[in-house]
């Protein structure tokens, strides 16, 4: 099994979304991508969203924009302890040499430093958590 560290490189591929650094978040079930203008649409007769993404940190000029089917719609409570109700799409992920399907929900990050956090359902049976470490799977290239 391979090792990550407390944060890592991704890429969103799907989503044009090449290098972002992700949060590697034991604490959190799901995964979370910063999303801001969200807007849902009909697609060949399937629900859509398309959204702009922040991907660096800091840096709010730096747009990404984004479509995705919507593969769900459900309540999410934060860390705070709010309960919000987030759009979540399904797209391929890359860490490291890995390619694999990740569930996102879309929330606006855009006062956190990690633009994406990776919960425990994605990493289940994938990977070992490495506190102390940093990406294990590489810098950005």
């Given at each position: 099994m391979e090792t990550l560290g407390w944060r890592e490189w991704v890429s969103l591929p799907e989503l044009g979304?090449?290098?972002?650094k992700c949060k590697v978040d034991t604490g959190a079930r799901s995964s979370a991508l910063h999303a801001f203008s969200v807007a849902e649409f009909d697609k060949e007769g399937q629900r859509w969203v398309r959204f702009g993404m922040h991907p660096y940190q800091r840096n709010e000029e730096e747009v990404v924009w984004c479509e995705a089917p919507v593969t769900d719609v459900r309540e999410v409570t934060d860390s705070g302890g709010h309960t919000?109700?987030?759009?979540?799409i399904t797209t391929d992920i890359v860490i490291g040499e890995d390619r694999f399907p990740v569930s996102l929900s879309l929330t606006s990050r855009?006062?956190?430093l990690f633009r994406m956090l990776l919960g425990r359902e994605?990493?289940?049976?994938?990977?070992l958590v490495n506190p102390e470490m940093s990406y294990c799977q590489g810098k950005k290239a």
């Open positions: 979304i090449t290098a972002l919000t109700e987030r759009y979540f855009d006062t956190m994605a990493m289940k049976g994938r990977y």
